[in-house]
């Protein structure tokens, strides 16, 4: 992938982790309050909204000329071949509740997810990088990374629980150690690192914006990304499109997962 378009993808991720750093300590009981309703028909957030207007300002003016697909603003046209797929703050909740977990999630592609050629998760409070380039691995902070070899005999997995709770939720609760951690794009980076053997969201509700980047960070680490119909998840960059995930360590692992093995 171009050197500048790289570069690009990082300078409007980097600018985001700050400025929402500095806005959940100067305006933290803003942050939460709903200033609008996004492209995706959810409501749009104030840390939602001042964190997307830094990457609209930033390719406004870039020499490198990219589109967006994005949260709030839905597709906005720059003259581009490119698209920043955006996520300005994934986990949302987390960032307005004080819940260190969230993240700023960019993919970079034309259409749709197969074709992403480029992926950066950065944990906005730690500030911990994820990156990936497709057919070149995956990265913890400049230093490779791998999907754990076979799941631990006390698996440790991310299971969308709550008003997403269905009945394989359910079992799949039962068996090992649950976390619910409410942002996809890091818990799928915790299946990338082999914090996690597997995240697994039943219903269909997750959006490309969410897991653009995430996806090719695990597969450039060596993991496994499907829907509940055992299909290699691909979406395209679209407004309507959702899906369910199952990110994991392993093919076996999937299989075990969807059999109710």
Do not use: W
């Not at 992926?119 to 730690?126: D, E, Q, S």
């Not at 299946?191 to 959006?207: C, H, M, N, Q, S």
């Amino acid at each position: 992938m171009d050197e500048a378009l790289r570069q690009l993808a990082q300078l409007v991720t980097e600018k985001i982790s700050k400025t929402v750093k500095k806005e959940t300590k100067k305006n933290f009981y803003k942050c939460g309050k709903t200033v609008g309703v996004g492209a995706f028909g959810s409501p749009t957030t104030y840390i939602d909204k001042v964190a997307e207007d830094v990457a609209i300002d930033i390719l406004e003016h870039a020499d490198v000329k990219v589109n967006l697909f994005s949260e709030e603003a839905g597709f906005v046209d720059f003259d581009g071949t490119y698209v920043f797929v955006l996520d300005p703050v994934d986990g949302t909740r987390n960032a307005y509740r004080g819940i260190p977990f969230y993240s700023v999630s960019l993919a970079v592609g034309t259409s749709r997810m197969t074709d992403i050629e480029y992926g950066i998760v950065k944990n906005i409070p730690t500030g911990d990088v994820f990156t990936a380039e497709k057919g070149k691995g995956a990265f913890l902070n400049k230093h490779p990374i791998r999907v754990c070899e076979v799941p631990s005999s006390d698996m440790i997995s991310s299971i969308s629980l709550g008003k997403n709770h269905t009945t394989q939720t359910g079992r799949l609760s039962k068996k090992g150690n649950v976390r619910s951690l409410g942002s996809a794009s890091l818990e799928m980076c915790m299946v990338a690192i082999g914090a996690l053997d597997y995240y697994f969201v039943g219903r269909e509700i997750i959006r490309v914006i969410d897991i653009a980047a995430s996806t090719l960070i695990v597969r450039e680490a060596g993991g496994i990304v499907k829907n509940l119909t055992g299909d290699e998840l691909d979406m395209e960059f679209s407004l309507s499109d959702r899906t369910s995930v199952v990110a994991a360590c392993s093919e076996e692992l999937i299989k075990q997962i969807l059999s109710g093995a």
